[in-house]
């Protein structure tokens, strides 16, 4: 478990993230998961990357109970800059990143999934940026990258998600396939990259992002401001308990010490 980078003998790097039970990332899997990527990057004999992820789904964003069981904010400062680095390391990975999604792709989720260069999905896989139930912002940015801008907007204020199906219209998923059919279908797109001469593609690459109309680096970066406000308000933390069921717990036990029923 944790996170893995494999060379394949075709030049094909697959990065595998297994952290159970949901992929949720603690700071410093972010960072790692950044470093992983940035040697995948610096090694000649990689072609093209494959990011994947064991489990019940690919990213559920950030580990939540990591965020509220740290004092000060620490934490928040750790994933906000732990994310920043896994977005910017998959968009800049100087050889193209095909994302296999299975199952739930949520809030860091697209952070990883809108920079990549390719995106393959099974049957069962949906995105979605749940942020605004948890007091933060971030990602709105990705979210933009893979679906209209309307769209994105309706999806970004009402934390909705939107089947892997509905992208393939959009041109921002490749293919959806059965979940067996996952691995060899990205496997099957990265062995056709990796057979064009590596000095061009990573020229591509380059050139790709360089005419990119959007910075995603400077946008994300703005949205994480707005979150940090949100934090200093003490709006994040009242919508991470609720979510981690931390004030249930509290609420319950101040109602049984006075003798007085818990209202929801």
Known sequence: MGISSVLRDDHIRVITVDRPPVNALRVADWFELAGTLDDAGRD?????????????????GVDIKEMQH??????????????????KAVYECPVPVIAAVNGFCLGGGI?????AD?????????????EVKQGALGAATHMARLVPQ?????????????????LVA??????????SE?????LTVAAEIAAQDPRVIRAAKEALNGIDPVDVNRSYRFEQG???????????DELRDDFAGTRKADQHNAGTASGEGVAR
């Open 44 to 60: 000649p004999e990689t072609h093209v990357v494959v990011l994947r992820a064991e489990g019940r789904g690919f990213n559920a």
């Open 70 to 87: 740290t004092s000060g904010f620490e934490a928040l400062i750790g994933a906000n800059k732990g994310c920043f680095a896994a977005f």
């Open 111 to 115: 952070g990883l999934v809108g920079n």
């Open 182 to 186: 996952l691995d060899g279908a990205a």
């Open 118 to 130: 390719c995106v393959i999905a099974s049957e069962d896989a949906y995105f979605g940026v749940p």
């Open 226 to 236: 707005f979150t940090f406000e949100l934090n200093l308000l003490g709006v994040s």
């Open 170 to 179: 959009y041109g921002t998923v490749l293919e959806v396939v059965p979940r």
């Open 150 to 166: 309307h769209l994105m907007r309706t999806l970004y204020y009402t934390a909705r998600t939107i089947p892997a199906s509905q």
